[in-house]
């Protein structure tokens, strides 16, 4: 169920075609016909002009990399159906320009996560999401230890000028109050420290809701997906306004 697999997949924002009106009618006099080429030619090269003009840094699509484990990489789901691709699909039904990395891992933990950071977020990144820790808690990992993972990992990024989305995790409650308490807490006091757009609980909504997730019980089916992009999609405008205001800066 934990096995190790890699799937990384870029989804660029399609180009849009452009079109300059219908054909005109016949022109009845030469020189009607020479003023309406004249006009004709000087639109056409005109909007060729500003269509060759590169868009303002506000315009550019930004750059988001989904950096994560199982839940991430969409361990038994079809690519198009994956959290990255869902989000990708919903921010351009909105008008938001992205290009979206799915750099999730299945099985890793937020230290697997940070040892292949600077790789898995190559230069030009905007944004990353950062989703990690749900193993962490499944293999009752020492929450201090992941909890450095997650801070070398935000450490990290802060240097790059990278802004970032934590999404929380939650230890499953039978690892008793002490694990838990000092396992979730981590999160919120991290998005705290380093400024960062925080969504308490990646699974909100679909953890153990048995028709949201596949027979394993941990993973979410697409219409699961569905329902994390739903509810996540505003922190991640919020997310992109920050790059937006950072190029304007």
């Known amino acids: 169920m934990w096995s190790f697999r890699a799937r990384v997949e870029r989804l660029k924002e399609p180009v849009r075609s452009r079109t300059y009106g219908k054909r005109p009618g016949a022109v009845q006099t030469f020189a009607g016909a020479s003023l309406f080429t004249i006009a ?15 868009l303002g840094a506000s315009e550019r699509p930004v750059k988001i990399v989904a950096l994560g484990d199982s839940l991430t990489a969409g361990l038994g789901l079809a690519p198009e159906q994956t959290f990255p691709a869902k989000l990708a699909q919903a921010l351009r039904q909105k008008g938001i320009a992205v290009e979206m990395v799915n750099a999730g891992v299945s099985g890793d933990t937020a230290s697997d996560g940070a040892s292949r950071l600077d790789w898995s977020v190559p230069d030009g990144t905007d944004a990353v999401i950062l989703e990690l820790g749900a193993n962490d808690a499944l293999r009752g ?3 201090k ?19 970032v989305l934590l999404a929380g995790m939650r230890a499953p409650r039978n690892l008793g ?18 400024g960062v757009v925080f969504y308490p609980f990646f699974l909100d909504g679909v953890a153990t809701e048995r028709g949201l997730n ?4 941990l993973h979410p ?8 992009v739903a ?17 304007g800066s």
Do not use: C, S
């Open 40 to 54: 004709w030619a000087a639109a056409i090269l005109g909007a060729a002009f500003i269509a060759a003009l590169p």
């Open 141 to 143: 990992i020492d929450p």
């Open 145 to 163: 230890l992941t909890r450095a993972a997650l801070e070398k990992i935000l450490r990290r990024l802060n240097e790059r000028h990278i802004a």
């Open 177 to 194: 109050t002490v694990y838990v308490e000092a396992f979730d807490a981590g999160f919120p006091e991290l998005a705290a420290t380093y």
């Open 214 to 217: 596949q027979p394993d019980g």
């Open 221 to 228: 089916t697409a219409a699961g997906v569905d329902v994390i």
């Open 231 to 247: 509810r996540m999609l505003p922190k991640v405008e919020e997310l992109v306004a920050r790059v937006r205001t950072a190029r």
